[in-house]
């Protein structure tokens, strides 16, 4: 899967998308091993994610991308 032409780590489902809240929280991104690559807040959690997922310009944010596999969120 590719969000804004950005490579995304084949875990990251559009299911696992869709899923996402668009409210106020918290959001996880956690890499296949379940360890915390960030942790952020957002008053629309799926709009930041995907944010995240696609708006990565510079090459550290470019290889957190393509490290995430999962997402949880309270």
Known sequence: MQFNNNPV??????????????????????DEQGKVLYIGKSKD?????????GGAKTKRALEMVQKVAGIQFE
Do not use: D, F, W
Not at 45 to 53: G, P, Q
């Open 45 to 53: 959690i799926r709009k930041r994610v995907l944010t995240h997922l």
């Open 9 to 30: 780590n084949p875990a990251i489902t559009k299911e696992m998308i869709e899923q996402l809240p668009s409210k106020t929280g918290i959001y996880y991104l956690m």
